[in-house]
């Protein structure tokens, strides 16, 4: 079964503290794998994919195939990441497979 | 640049009463064009997905439909809604490059009263 599965519905750290919001992944086969963020009020938006390895806003995330995670680390969280974070599978048929979102909330 | 548009934004309906939200695609041809909807606690749940005009299939079985008229058009409807209906419906397009993750429009809120 092709699944991702996000296990924390909310993640409440204070600004400056660390964060990783935990994602991993049944597929059978090389995934491609994403982050997508929706901020209040906004459309959800890309954030990150795995193929790229890249850092966008000082997010990144790391593909463990041995694992099958996607988790998203940040070293220094603030305020303005507080948002609903979702990961999400490309599954076999060309369509996302969402997990069910974490929703971060950063206090002062 | 590419963009997608989807209206209404917020829309509140009585049960038993049709339903129509429409998504466009700018600035490319032949997208692959996506409905999911996205319930609190649920995540976003494909509902329907089309790669070509005429060409829908349907991920879940509900009381909505999908239909696309024309290349960059994709239109969500019910001919009686249902309480369990109300959600928010996001609609994504992509070019058939997986890789490269959707693009997601606004959203609508549908309230079904």
């Known amino acids: 079964a092709q699944r991702v599965t996000q296990p924390e519905k909310l993640l409440s750290v204070f600004k400056g503290a660390p964060v990783e919001l935990k994602c991993n992944y049944s597929y059978s086969g090389s995934p491609e794998l994403f982050w997508y963020v929706q901020y209040s009020r906004q459309r959800l938006q890309l954030l990150l994919r795995h193929i790229s390895r890249e850092s966008i806003k000082g997010f990144t995330a790391d593909l463990n195939k041995g694992e099958t995670s996607f988790h998203l680390k940040k070293p220094f969280a603030q305020e303005e990441d507080s948002a609903m974070y979702y990961c999400a599978l490309m599954g076999s048929q060309g369509n996302l497979i969402f997990g069910k979102g974490t929703k971060l909330s950063v206090k002062p | 640049s590419q963009t997608i548009h989807q209206w209404p934004a917020t829309l509140v309906q009585p049960v038993g009463s049709p339903l129509s939200l429409e998504c466009t695609v700018e600035?490319?041809?032949?997208?692959?064009l996506y409905w999911y909807r996205q319930a609190a606690g649920r995540g976003l749940q494909l509902l329907f997905y089309s790669v070509g005009i005429g060409q829908i299939s349907s991920e879940v079985p509900q009381n909505l439909s999908a239909s696309r008229p024309q290349d960059r058009q994709f239109i969500l409807s019910s001919k009686k809604l249902l309480l369990s209906d109300s959600g928010f419906y996001l609609c994504?397009?992509?070019?058939?490059?997986?890789?490269?993750?959707?693009?997601f429009g606004s959203g609508t809120r549908l309230t079904v009263v």
């Open positions: 600035g490319t041809s032949n997208p692959n």
């Open positions: 994504a397009w992509n070019s058939g490059q997986g890789r490269y993750g959707y693009t």
